[in-house]
């Protein structure tokens, strides 16, 4: 595609709108962990292609043709990942469930879906059980990228931050395949914390944090690391996180976490995106919507959906066109090289 009509890649979708039947599925298994007798097999849950191309074409398809999107990087729907339901017997299902309706998807429409996956992660479990299902989803499905919960607990924040050993198996994965992680938490179950309002962010500014402390990407200067929801706190606090920094003795951030730590558009005002493409360099900002996701509603301030995040880009007055193409496309090719190369088989 051309910088004057880039192709606009949504590297931010989940399947939020899948048909009833996959949640009906799933109480049933949650009702299995306490009564066995009851535990549904995989085999039980049946959805049709019929069924899953009415779920995108009235959703996530008529969005994206009414908002002018091309593709999106579809995994399955965050809150639903619930890595802290059960043990890793019932997350391994789950997520191979989940993945297998995404691929399914992406081959109903593979001009406009590309899988990403979840990984069957559990509290405690060792992150190397969820090798088997990142490799088939990579060598079977076709795909691009995974989503890496920090936090499997839900809310309790149980296990070592991402500078530590206890990862490593998922980020050798990584770069053997050269795919980046969507650093993604799930539902929270503690109270304090709201899973979209307040969980969700502040895992993004926690991660970020973690790498910023730490050293991680001497010990892997390949990986990509994709914060989602524009951040959270971190561009809003870019003086507190480079001062935090000189404090540590680290590098400058530019040097620091900039060669492996992009960040989404997934933020629902123009003033939020005036504000990332500020603060942020344009070649760590990659385009995102998660429509119908978080925030599915009307902005009474617009009059358009608060998840209609293109028009913010386009409307910012921090992006020459050359720009726009980069964060609508050029980044996300560079970022995730195997969507890159399943489009240049395509010839686009």
């Given at each position: 595609?051309?910088r004057?009509?880039p192709?606009i ?10 048909p ?9 298994q949650i009702?299995g ?9 995989v085999?039980?849950?049946k959805?049709?292609?019929?069924e ?5 074409e009235?959703n ?5 043709r ?5 593709l ?11 890595h802290?339901?059960g043990?890793?017997?019932v997350?391994s299902?789950?997520a191979a469930i989940c993945?297998e309706?995404?691929?399914?998807v992406s081959q109903?429409?593979p001009?406009?879906f590309i899988?990403a ?5 559990s ?8 090798i088997p299902?990142?490799e088939?989803c990579?060598k079977?499905?076709g795909?691009v ?8 607990s ?7 931050p991402?500078s ?5 198996p998922?980020?050798?994965k990584m770069v ?5 992680a ?6 929270s ?5 709201h899973t979209?309002?307040?969980h ?6 926690t991660?970020f944090?973690?790498?910023l ?11 990509k690391?994709?914060i ?7 561009p809003y606090?870019?003086g ?8 540590l003795?680290k590098?400058l951030?530019?040097?620091?976490l900039l ?13 939020g995106i005036d504000?990332?493409?500020k ?17 599915r509603g009307?902005?009474?301030e617009t009059?358009?959906?608060y998840d ?7 409307a910012?007055?921090n992006?020459s ?5 980069q ?5 996300a ?8 190369a399943a489009l240049?088989?395509?010839?686009k």
């Open positions: 595609m051309s004057e009509n192709l890649i949504d590297v931010h979708g989940h399947y939020t709108t899948a009833k039947a996959l949640e009906n599925w799933r109480n049933q009702a962990i306490k009564d066995p007798a009851v535990m549904p097999k085999s039980d849950l959805i049709s292609d019929d899953l191309r009415e779920s995108i009235l996530q398809l008529a969005k994206m009414e908002r002018g999107s091309d999106t990087i579809f995994s399955p729907r965050a809150s639903f990942m619930a802290h339901i043990d890793f017997n997350s299902t789950w993945n309706l995404c691929y399914r109903l429409f001009d406009n899988p996956a979840m990984l069957p992660q509290p405690g479990v060792d992150p190397a059980t969820c299902e990142l088939k990579v079977e499905y795909n990228g995974i989503n890496l919960n920090p936090d499997p839900g809310g309790h924040w149980t296990s070592p991402l530590d050993r206890h990862w490593y998922i980020y050798e053997e395949y050269d795919i980046p969507m650093v993604h938490v799930s539902t179950c503690n109270a304090c914390f979209t309002g307040a969700y962010l502040n895992a993004d500014t991660a944090m973690q790498c402390t730490s050293d991680l990407f001497k010990d892997f200067p390949t990986l690391f994709l989602p929801h524009g951040g959270g706190a971190v606090h870019w507190r996180f480079r001062g935090l920094a000189q404090e003795k590098p951030l530019t040097e620091h060669g492996n730590i992009y960040f989404d558009t997934c933020v629902y005002h123009q003033p504000l990332l493409t603060v942020i360099p344009t070649k760590n900002v990659l385009f995102a919507s998660e429509m119908i996701g978080a925030v009307i902005d009474p009059g358009h959906y209609d995040t293109k028009r913010y880009i386009l910012t007055p992006l066109d050359a720009d726009r193409y964060v609508f496309e050029g980044n090719r560079r970022v995730f090289t195997r969507l890159d240049t088989a395509k010839g």
